[in-house]
Nanobody, 112 residues
Framework: QVQLVESGGALVQPGGSLRLSCTVS????????MGWYRQAPGEQREWVSTITRGGHTDYSSSVKGRFTIFRDNAWNAIYLQMNSLKPDDTAVYYCNMNSNYWGKGTLVTVSS
């Protein structure tokens, strides 16, 4: 049974940094891609970043150069390092596996 649990969301000032974590309970053999999505208040959920089984990473244009996705060697967790945060980054951030499984999200608020 796949379980994804996000953590690390917080209130942070503009320009600050935050690291999100997603604990992954799944067989490593079932993981093809892991990713982060976000949903701002009143908006649709949007893709943020992906890391594939082979280690390839990709980012939306709105976060490229500021966010970094990475994982631990055993696929027990993935992370999203967020730097130079902006108020527009305020959202609930969700972890995703294989475009099928979702965590419950963690709230990031960027505000002074």
């Amino acid at each position: 049974q796949v379980q994804l649990v996000e953590s690390g969301g917080a209130l942070v000032q503009p320009g600050g940094s935050l690291r999100l974590s997603c604990t992954v309970s799944a067989s490593i053999f079932d993981i093809y891609t892991m990713g982060w999505y976000r949903q701002a208040p009143g908006e649709q959920r949007e893709w943020v970043s992906t890391i594939t089984r082979g280690g390839h990473t990709d980012y939306s244009s709105s976060v490229k150069g500021r966010f970094t996705i990475f994982r631990d060697n055993a696929w027990n967790a993935i992370y999203l390092q967020m730097n130079s945060l902006k108020p527009d980054d305020t959202a609930v951030y969700y972890c995703n596996m294989n475009s099928n499984y979702w965590g419950k999200g963690t709230l990031v608020t960027v505000s002074s």
